[in-house]
């Protein structure tokens, strides 16, 4: 259920482009969402308990998308990856397409309305399939979002270029922890 009372105070922590593509999106913040977002914006480390369809994944991707967002819009965006997701092989495509993908091009939707430069993030995902041309295209130039699998994210950590391209990382999403558990 929205908190349409915590909706204002809660958006104000975001871009105004993130906030209206959020209020064009949705009623308002969930629990979940108003609860995590102050102490996530804070760079606090947070655990969202809450059932399946309170909108954790998006209450940590918004915040992370929020972050690149002001980031190139500053001027300082680098080409390297800062946020990684983590979820296993069955929840990815939906989560990606739901909680990622959608929310980027509304944004990006919502800065041109507003008369400022696009935002254009990059996203990779990384699994067992990645075919090994895509790996060494993504080594040259790093995504800004890693999504990958648990198994992926072992295989990263375990190569030369993959633990070179998560260096830079400040943002770790793992979603369905119980299955990482």
Known sequence: QPCQGLSLMTLDLFHPAVGAWFNRSFAGPTPAQADAWPAIKAGQNVLIAAPTGSGKTL???LC???????ER???ELKDESQIVYVSPLKALSN?????LQVPLAGIRDALREQGLPDVPIRTWVRTGDTPAA????????????????PESLYILLGSESGRAMLKT????IVDEIHAMA
């Open 95 to 99: 989560d990606i397409q739901r909680n």
């Open 73 to 75: 819009l500053a001027g």
């Open 134 to 149: 895509e790996r060494q295209r993504m080594s040259r130039l790093p995504p800004h979002v890693v999504v990958t699998t």
């Open 169 to 172: 990382t400040r943002t770790v």
């Open 59 to 61: 209450a940590a991707f």
């Open 64 to 70: 992370a998308i929020d972050g690149l967002v002001r």
